[in-house]
């Protein structure tokens, strides 16, 4: 989760959300104590190797789907086995996916999506719909709330001059 927040700092005049995906196996981007790729955000799984990141580019790019779990959806298919299947994948994010991004990560079929802050207007999976573990194709394992202080934070810096 830790790389995805590092992400989200690079998103410019974008909503800062960063997103990470990270296959079994390896130890992310080297991190010391067996952090792994989550930042030490603890639960089973967290040691594997990035193979896709994303930083919401909508304002940058004019492509209203480049939201982070999109783009880092994207890199990652193929690096993982020989197909678009993400099965044994987990997607950090530091927000909450809205319903494109939850419905891309079903379709990936990743394997666990794991958010920081709650979105409570448009969050796809809990707060206003779940469709990650609604899905009659593929369930997905959703964890909340990791780092969600700081993630929430990330997000009130961005909004704060926007809205006065």
């Not at 666990?112 to 394992?141: L, M």
Request: glycine share 18%; with cysteine; net charge negative.
């Amino acid at each position: 989760m830790r790389r995805a927040l590092e992400l989200a700092g690079t998103a410019g005049e974008d909503v800062p959300v960063g997103a990470v995906v990270v296959a079994p196996g390896g130890d992310v981007g080297g991190a010391a104590g067996g952090a792994g790729a989550a930042g030490g955000t603890g639960g089973a799984g967290e040691l594997g190797r990035e193979v896709g990141a994303g930083v919401n580019s909508r304002e940058a790019t004019g492509d209203p789907t480049a939201h982070a779990e999109v783009l880092a959806i994207r890199e990652a298919v193929g690096k993982v086995g020989d197909s678009w299947r993400l099965e044994d994948c987990t997607l950090y994010v530091t927000l909450e996916p809205c319903a494109m991004c939850a419905g891309a990560a079903v379709a990936a079929r990743v394997g666990r999506i794991v958010f920081g802050a709650y979105e409570p207007k448009t969050g796809a999976c809990g707060s206003i719909w779940d469709i990650p573990r609604e899905s009659p194709w593929h369930w997905v394992q959703v964890r909340g709330g990791v780092l969600e202080d700081e993630c929430s934070e990330m997000l009130r810096s961005f909004f704060r001059p926007h809205r006065r």
